[in-house]
């Protein structure tokens, strides 16, 4: 419908969505929309002045603009960025959505962006799969772009999600988007003690043209990790392990 493209984000091609979600359409945004709902009540629950206080936003990793959509009804255009490092998929955002602004960025800090410059940053599916080295880097970057009181929010893989890669093996085909997660944590006992370690867990399968192994690969952060690494930048102040909730592991964490 004509009329409606002048007021809400044009979708991409289905099969760009589904190179990033496995999915397409109704079914992406739905989920799309939960992590949404799922933002604000936590900014609402950890936000010294909740949601309603929240004036600028960062997504890191915005990839077709899946989630940024959902956030323009709140946040005025020139309050809200998307960011990654993919220039395809900024290219489309920036074709598709004109309510928000879009920067490619290289896959390690810096960023240009002020320093005290955001209220929230999330990030969905991106620290699920980042090394340690280049995670740790993007934690203390987004030390720097918070305000006092500001949300880190980003998912990562649970425990289950090596039950997912082990029994992906043992399929006959696999989707695409599927391929990496098949050939990681080989390991299964190994990697099933690191995490009970509250290691991170890292296998550096790389993810196609732009994500290399060097810094990217399927990945899963144990509460533990969290709670005892980031505080020295960024405390967390909830950890999420609830499918009911959202597909992933949720960390909150706040300067």
Excluded at 80 to 103: H, M, Y
Excluded at 155 to 175: F, K
Excluded at 203 to 230: H, M, N
């Amino acid at each position: 419908i004509p009329e409606l493209a002048q007021l809400i984000p044009r979708l991409p091609d289905p099969e760009v969505q589904r190179r990033f979600t496995g999915s397409s359409g109704t079914q992406t945004l739905r989920e799309a929309m939960a992590f949404y709902r799922l933002v604000k009540e936590l900014a609402n629950q950890h936000r010294p002045d909740g949601y309603d206080g929240v004036r600028d936003v960062v997504e890191f990793g915005c990839g077709w603009g899946r989630m940024i959509r959902f956030f323009i009804k709140d946040v005025e255009p020139a309050h809200l960025t998307g960011i990654d490092c993919l220039p395809d998929v900024i290219e489309i955002c920036e074709s598709t959505n004109r309510w928000a602004t879009f920067d490619c960025v290289a896959p390690t800090p810096p960023v240009n962006l002020p320093d005290e410059f955001a209220d929230l940053v999330y990030a969905y599916s991106v620290f699920s799969h980042l090394s340690e080295e280049t995670h740790l880097a993007w934690i203390e970057e987004f030390c720097r772009v918070l305000r006092p009181g500001g949300l880190l929010v980003a998912t990562t893989r649970g425990r289950a999600y090596l039950d997912v890669c082990a029994n992906l093996r043992n399929q006959v085909s696999i989707a695409p988007h599927q391929t990496g997660a098949a050939k990681a944590f080989v390991d299964y006992d190994g990697w099933v003690a690191r995490y009970e370690r509250g290691e991170y867990c890292h296998d550096p399968v790389g993810g196609g043209k732009g994500l290399s192994s060097q810094f990217f690969g399927e990945t899963l952060i144990p509460r533990r990790y969290a709670e005892q690494v980031w505080k020295q930048w960024l405390p967390v102040v909830d950890y999420i392990s609830d499918p009911a909730r959202c597909p992933q592991d949720v960390i909150v964490a706040r300067k």
